[in-house]
T-cell receptor, first 115, second 115 residues
């Protein structure tokens, strides 16, 4: 079974600074996808960024980027120019390429933005 | 466009009671799923459906039933509620089960308390 590990239960960063959230995963599959979801206090799950395993290039969405290291099975999220609205729980998630068995989530990292 | 709609938002049950959590989507998505989120945990898959008339079990299916009579609706039934089922429940849908090209759209969750 696949597992996703987020080793940082909580992170704190000053507004406008950069922060990196860690995620590692374990799989024997070669075709899979990785995601970062944001969950603010409203409880809504919001897709932040996604990465296909076969793509070497790291995904970027505005201030959010990932460092995907396939051999190391690592998928970290970098948030640049942190804003107060970035404060939330962040979940790393994994999905196999063709399976219908949904997403496997990590336990989450609580990100605090210090004004 | 309503997206994924879950009702109710909050519910309190007594042990042994039954109830149905409703989920509807208006995006013509084939794939629908139910997750539960417990404190300190990521989301865990309960049941999923790849189309009308087809359902299957996820990681934590015990105590829950689902059915998929239409593309739009995917209700989750608790047959005899237990305190261990106290959780936040999320319904999610996507165009297909191929994760990258059809990311999951989540409802806003139902907070269920079983006393």
């Amino acid at each position: 079974a696949q597992t996703v590990t987020q080793s940082q239960p909580e992170m704190s960063v000053q507004e406008a600074e950069t922060v990196t959230l860690s995620c590692t995963y374990d799989t024997s599959e070669s075709d899979y996808y990785l995601f970062w979801y944001k969950q603010p206090p409203s409880r809504q799950m919001i897709l932040v960024i996604r990465q296909e395993a076969y793509k070497q290039q790291n995904a970027t969405e505005n201030r959010f980027s990932v460092n995907f290291q396939k051999a190391a099975k690592s998928f970290s999220l970098k948030i640049s120019d942190s804003q107060l609205g970035d404060a939330a729980m962040y979940f790393c998630a994994y999905s196999t390429g063709g399976g219908a068995d949904g997403l496997t989530f990590g336990k989450g990292t609580h990100l605090i933005i210090q004004p | 466009n309503a997206g994924v709609t879950q009702t109710p938002k909050f519910q309190v049950l007594k042990t042994g009671q039954s109830m149905t959590l409703q989920c509807a989507q208006d995006m013509n998505h084939e794939y629908m799923s139910w997750y539960r989120q417990d404190p300190g945990m990521g989301l865990r898959l309960i049941h999923y459906s790849v189309g009308a008339g087809i359902t299957d079990q996820g990681e934590v299916p015990n105590g829950y039933n689902v059915s998929r009579s239409t593309t739009e609706d995917f209700p989750l039934r608790l047959l005899s509620a237990a305190p261990s089922q106290t959780s936040v429940y999320f319904c999610a849908s996507s165009y297909s089960n191929r994760g990258y090209n059809s990311p999951l759209h989540f409802g806003n969750g139902t907070r269920l308390t079983v006393t």
